[in-house]
């Protein structure tokens, strides 16, 4: 999902990571994974610079300007092109930021801080939404600290409103994230519950669901099958098999 953030009070740093080159969503789990709070220097390259020193007792990653003066870490450098470039944000009472969907980020408190912010999607940000997601499905964990159980809901929902959306249509790399991941959510997430068709008792089940299983609504899929349809022949696309 996409992010807002709007600074309060104190002053935040938004590290910000632009892939050079977008890794494939198996490589995109191994980096952020090897990037840890303490790590986020390794995120730039595609292995672990030697200027990056790891301290066994504290379990922290430091930089050592020796070495990184030193000319092997240059002849390093020719043979490890770098695979991302780090952005510094000051995130400052008034502030805002928007961070767009599957956004690799590190965020350092400056000062005692209060913020607010909250997630959304957007058409135009599925494809990113997808990448995503698949990331944190092969990496087995969630890779972001917010899990979202609505998620397959909320596009099921976009799915529904496709006829009343307002503007152009939907671009083909949109029309095929939003179709791969209502037809297959088990491709994108190991923990998926499917929801009962009387819309009386949805609160009461999306309240006793943990959140960590994303919810399916089987009741309203005949008529999201309908849509997708429609939307892929008017593409000129037909409706897939669902991912395995």
């Known amino acids: 999902m996409s992010t807002y953030v709007v600074g309060v009070s104190g002053v935040k740093y938004w590290f910000y990571v632009q892939w050079i080159a977008e890794p494939a969503p198996a490589s995109l789990a191994f980096r952020i994974q090897a990037a840890s709070d303490h790590n986020l220097m390794s995120i730039e390259y595609s292995s672990q610079p030697p200027w990056v020193v790891y301290d066994g007792e504290t379990q922290k990653f430091t ?11 240059r002849e ?4 490890h ?17 928007v961070q767009p969907s599957n956004a690799v980020h590190a965020v350092y408190n400056a000062t005692d801080c209060v913020a607010t912010g909250g997630h959304f999607i957007s058409y135009e940000s599925l494809p990113l939404v997808e ?23 909320i596009l099921q929902g976009m799915c529904l409103l496709l006829n009343d959306r307002a503007g152009p249509p939907p671009s083909l790399p949109v029309l095929r994230s939003l179709t791969r991941m209502i037809l297959s959510p088990l491709a994108y997430s190991t923990r998926v519950s499917t929801m009962p068709e009387d819309f009386e008792v949805v609160q009461d089940c999306m309240m006793s669901v943990p959140e960590d299983i994303e919810v399916v ?9 309908e849509v997708l349809k429609a939307k892929l022949l008017e593409a000129g696309l037909e409706l897939p098999p669902p991912l395995m």
Not at 64 to 73: K, L, V
Not at 132 to 150: E, G, M, Q, V, Y
């Open 63 to 73: 930089f050592d300007e020796s070495i990184y003066a030193a000319e092997a870490s």
């Open 76 to 79: 390093w450098e020719e043979q």
């Open 81 to 97: 092109p770098k695979v991302s470039q780090i952005y510094m944000i000051p995130l400052k009472p008034g502030m805002c930021i």
């Open 131 to 153: 990448l995503a997601r698949l990331a944190d499905h092969i990496s087995k964990k969630p890779l972001t600290n917010d899990c979202h159980a609505s998620i397959n809901l």
């Open 217 to 225: 609504h089987d009741g309203i899929m005949p008529r999201v099958n």
